[in-house]
Every structure is written in structure tokens, then in C-alpha cells.
């Protein structure tokens, strides 16, 4: 499992899961959980309709099983499943999610922004800080004490700041730095990235994969 996640909304995270999702499925079916909302728009699929993984959260009852049938498919290896419309409840089951995810071979959560559920942070085998060289969100990503796997870089032209700094700060390896690239913003704006994923976007993600 891969866990991304950002200290700071607006860093890029949700184009960062979806894409390396992308690249994941050139080895093996990946499964992409929505936590943030906005997975499917980023892939360029229709907005889902029907519930997602929020009321699955909220259900007392539902198992493995329900959760694979809210997926809709991205790609020939790559399913979705979306956050949903409803709101995810404070006492949610993040503990059912993990055990649910066990054993369906490579999945990608993004959490979107801010601390990560521990359930999900302890399930996860690589935990995926993304970020901008940006002061403030390195700020609050040292304040929520999480220790991440590695760090995607999303570069800013001008920035003082660099990858060195970046895993000073947080005593974590960036396994990935992502320069601006106008070709990605087009494939998100088009509705392409899942059919056209920028030759760029993917070749910086192979090592975070």
C-alpha cells in the first residue's frame, strides 16, 4: 500500500496518487482509494454518482466484498474507488479499510491533506509525504509528527528551498522530484492523464514505485 498524503492543500497530491497509480499498473492491477474527492476528475472519468468509500466508512456492516463493488475502472488495470458524497464520520472504520485493502495486491490511498488516519499510516508499506518547496508546509509537516517512508518533491521555480533542505527538515529521503511541466496541467485539464500520462510525470514517479 501507498499512502500519499500533504501537509498543505494545493501541493499536488491527488495528480501524484493518480499518477503513480498509473505507473503501478505497468507491473500488476492497482486499486486507487479517493479519500480527497477528486481522483476521479484528475483521471478524467465521469463524477460517480453512487455512494464511495465515505458511506462504506459510515456502514456498520459492510465487508471486503461491498467495498470492491463501489470501484469503477480508470484503465483496463486500474480501478477507482471514489470518496463518495457523504461525510466521513469521526469514529469511521479505518481499521475495516486497512484489513479490507490487505491482500489486494497494490493499492494507492490518497488521504488528501493533513494527518493521515493511524490505521491506514500503520497498514501502508511506503507512506508518501508530498510537498512543495514551500517553508510553510514543511513547518506543518514536522508539527504532525509523522515519519514518512519518502517525499515527492513538486517543484516551484524560484523556490530557495531544495531537496537537501527538504530532507533535513524532515529526516526522510525525497524519492521523487517533480519539475513544473505545463504538459501535466494539459492532461489534468483534458481529461487525458489516465489515456496520456506525461512521459515526464511518469518517469520521475518509477523510483517513488
Not at 7 to 22: E, F, H, P, Y
Not at 52 to 75: H, I, M, Q, Y
Not at 88 to 110: E, S
Request: with cysteine; proline share 7%.
Amino acid at each position: 500500500m501507498f499512502l500519499c498524503w500533504s501537509a498543505k492543500g494545493g501541493s499536488g497530491t491527488t495528480v501524484v496518487s493518480a499518477a503513480l497509480a498509473l505507473v503501478l499498473t505497468r507491473r500488476a492491477p492497482t486499486l486507487l482509494i479517493d479519500l480527497a474527492g477528486d481522483a476521479p476528475a484528475a483521471l478524467g472519468l465521469a463524477e460517480p454518482s453512487g455512494p464511495g468509500v465515505a458511506e462504506w466508512l459510515a456502514s456498520p456492516t459492510a465487508d471486503a466484498a461491498a467495498l470492491l463493488r463501489l470501484s469503477v475502472d480508470a484503465t483496463d488495470a486500474l480501478r477507482v474507488i471514489p470518496r463518495g458524497s457523504g461525510n466521513i464520520p469521526g469514529d469511521a472504520r479505518w481499521g475495516d479499510l486497512a484489513r479490507a485493502l490487505d491482500g489486494h495486491g497494490q493499492v494507492v490511498v490518497d488521504a488528501g491533506t493533513g494527518v493521515p488516519p493511524a490505521a491506514l499510516l500503520s497498514a501502508a508499506t511506503h507512506t508518501l509525504l508530498v510537498t512543495r518547496p514551500c517553508y510553510l508546509a514543511l513547518r506543518r509537516a514536522v508539527a504532525s509528527g509523522i515519519q514518512p517512508t519518502g517525499i515527492v518533491v513538486v517543484g516551484e521555480p524560484g523556490r530557495a528551498l531544495n531537496s537537501d533542505d527538504i530532507e533535513r527538515s524532515l529526516h526522510a529521503p525525497v524519492v521523487a522530484e517533480l519539475q513544473y511541466d505545463p504538459a501535466v496541467a494539459r492532461a489534468v485539464d483534458a481529461g487525458l492523464l489516465a489515456s496520456r500520462l506525461p512521459r515526464s510525470l511518469a518517469h520521475s514517479l518509477k523510483a517513488a514505485a
